[in-house]
Nanobody
Framework: QVHLAESGGGSVQAGGSLTLSCAIS????????IGWFRQAPGKEREGIAA????????RYADSVKGRFTVARDTSQSAVSLLLNTLKPEDTAKYYC??????????????????????WGQGTQVTVSS
């Protein structure tokens, strides 16, 4: 069974950077599909990035492409999300999640929340202008 835990959120000024981490607990350390999502108050949860932890293949939503970078560590026990050039509209709670079906993982437009079955508790990112 996969368990996920996010960390690294905080408050930053516009133009700044943050790195979020998603710790992955699972006995086999096999390749996994991990997605990053965010949800702002009053808005739907948005998929922003996904990665195949084995091959390192990534996908991004257009809203973050070129500013955010998802990566995995060599042990496949953690995935990071580097947030660069942050904007106030990036303010949200950020979640990592696991998808068990590879066909759901690397959608060209980014991950869809309904395809992911295991979620972390989330970490808050606040960007001030």
């Amino acid at each position: 069974q996969v368990h996920l835990a996010e960390s690294g959120g905080g408050s930053v000024q516009a133009g700044g950077s943050l790195t979020l981490s998603c710790a992955i607990s699972e006995s086999t350390n096999s390749s996994k599909c991990i997605g990053w999502f965010r949800q702002a108050p009053g808005k739907e949860r948005e998929g922003i990035a996904a990665i195949d932890t084995g091959a390192g293949i990534t996908r991004y939503a257009d809203s973050v492409k070129g500013r955010f970078t998802v990566a995995r560590d060599t042990s496949q026990s953690a995935v990071s999300l580097l947030l660069n050039t942050l904007k106030p509209e990036d303010t949200a709670k950020y979640y990592c999640a696991y998808a068990s079906r590879w066909s759901d993982c690397l959608r060209p437009a980014g991950p869809r929340p309904g395809d992911f079955s295991v979620w972390g508790q989330g970490t808050q990112v606040t960007v001030s202008s």
